[in-house]
């Protein structure tokens, strides 16, 4: 889980992802609304949203243990420059429903997790293919990996080993994010092919 | 297999957060937990943990409930306190065989008693109301509109897609699938995510439809009832009071 919960993070930190965290839904929400209405778009957005939600609550057994999805790389291909918007609700209601990640950290963690979504369209609208679908997946939670990495490294030298326990554990989601972008890209492209590459 | 979010299935209890306006609510208790997550300092953080354990028995809110969510950040932060108590530099204390670091036991124990004092509080919060009272306070307390919608939409279609993926996981069990470590069960979760994906789509096309055939605008009008009373006041002033407090200490 690439999120940061409370009381770790020092102010500088928090008010910095909330800046550029409210900076970036409303340039997002702005760019959208100039290609037509966004009330026309809530409704569709929300539903998507929820259907991410529920999706990164499935249990994926690795090993032992489990784990749960990301699926940001997903979300940047399916909704594109909404995608942001998405994954800043997504979090909001992850913090106040089950008490995932935390309350003062949301701003920097839609930073470490809608940023990547948002590398994740542009890698994908090179070729909508399933390899591009696995490469931006991948690339998606690894940037997310480091991203949250780099935020923990600003509390000192001495989270070293904190933040490679996190990049070790994260390797295989990396893998299993990818190969799963990669099933969705090629089921969606063969069923719902309008569903992929930001939307309409 | 997935669980519900059942943050408001405590709402109709009946206590003094059960009582306070949600608006005030909202505002007192996300100043609260600002404030608690920069407490510099170890005994002022012993504080707000037990301030924030009264508050948590104020709200009625039955402990085994609360204790499965804390489950969460106790975890990432107990694995964080141990890593540093191994590996942070400074002074070294032994404990039988294995060194810890002074300022490592320190630091991790400010971390962990900020994070779960704070998280805490998310309950007595948004536990003591109904999510529907939630989103009509941050509308009223003048949330861009889009984004409480969103909020709103987003809710009530997490309970819905939960039961929908869970039909297909029972469907796909029932011919005899186990989600294992392999391909084959990473292609075909894949398969179901994006089967997901098309229901809900296709859902939401129908139910946008709906709303426009019924006067949606994009602006909902919701009628307020909330009344803020001098108790509303005294409470969210004492608990903001108390948030300044806590860094006044030294």
Redesign the interface.
């Known amino acids: 889980m690439v999120h940061i919960s409370d009381g770790i993070l020092s102010f500088q930190v928090l008010a910095f992802g909330w800046i550029v965290t409210l900076l970036l839904i409303a340039l997002t929400l702005w760019w959208s609304k100039r290609k037509g209405s966004i009330a026309e778009k809530i409704p569709k957005l929300s539903v998507v949203t929820a259907a991410f939600f529920v999706a990164s609550l499935i249990h994926i057994p690795v090993g032992p243990t489990s784990v749960h999805l990301i699926l940001n790389g997903l979300v940047g291909i399916m909704l594109g420059t909404l995608s942001y918007p998405a994954i800043f609700i997504g979090l909001i209601l992850q913090a106040f429903l089950f008490g995932h990640g935390g309350v003062t950290v949301i701003g920097i963690n839609a930073m470490d997790m809608g940023i990547p979504a948002l590398i994740a369209y542009s890698i994908f609208r090179i070729r909508q293919s399933p390899l591009f679908g696995a490469i931006a997946g991948g690339v998606a939670v690894t940037l997310a990996v480091l991203l949250t990495a780099a935020v923990l490294l600003t509390l000192g030298e001495s989270y070293v080993w904190v933040v490679r326990a996190l990049i070790i554990y994260h390797i295989p989601i990396i893998v299993i994010e990818s190969l799963i972008a990669a099933s969705v890209v090629a089921f969606l492209s063969k069923v719902k092919p309008e569903l992929l590459g930001g939307g309409k | ?3 519900y ?1 059942e ?1 408001d299935r405590y709402a109709d209890l009946d206590s003094i957060l059960h009582k306070f306006d949600p608006r005030a609510k909202i505002v007192s208790f ?1 100043t609260l ?2 404030s ?3 407490i510099p300092d170890l005994k002022v953080a012993l504080m707000a943990f037990t301030f924030s354990v009264f508050i948590l028995a104020l709200s009625k809110l039955p402990l085994s409930f609360v204790f499965k ?2 489950k ?2 106790t975890m ?2 107990l ?2 306190f141990t ?2 108590a ?4 400074g002074e070294k204390t032994s404990f039988y065989f294995i060194s810890l670091s002074k ?2 036991i320190y ?1 991790g124990a400010l ?9 805490m509080l ?2 007595p919060m ?1 536990g003591t109301m109904r999510f529907d009272e ?1 989103i009509k306070a941050l509308y009223m307390l003048r949330i861009p509109n ?2 409480v ?10 309970f ?3 039961d ?2 869970h039909r297909m996981l029972t469907a796909m069990e029932s011919k005899g699938f186990k ?3 392999n ?1 084959y069960s ?6 179901a ?6 229901k ?2 296709e ?3 129908r ?2 439809q709906a ?1 426009l055939s019924r006067g ?4 909902p009008k919701t009628i307020a009832d909330f009344k803020m009373d001098a108790k509303d006041f005294f409470l969210a002033t004492l608990i903001i009071f108390f948030a300044i407090f806590l860094h006044l200490m030294k």
Do not use: C, H
């Open positions: 297999m997935i669980e979010p943050i996300l937990i600002f608690i997550v920069l969510y804390l969460w950040v990432f932060v694995s964080i890593i540093l191994l590996t942070f530099p300022d490592g630091s971390i962990s008693i900020r994070a779960i004092a704070a998280t998310v309950f948004i939630t889009s984004l919608q969103m909020l709103m939409f987003t809710y009530r279609y997490i819905v897609f939960a929908e993926f989600l294992k470590t391909l990473f292609a075909v979760i894949g398969r995510i994006g089967m997901l994906f098309v809900s789509y859902r939401a096309e139910v946008y709303m949606y605008t994009g602006n």
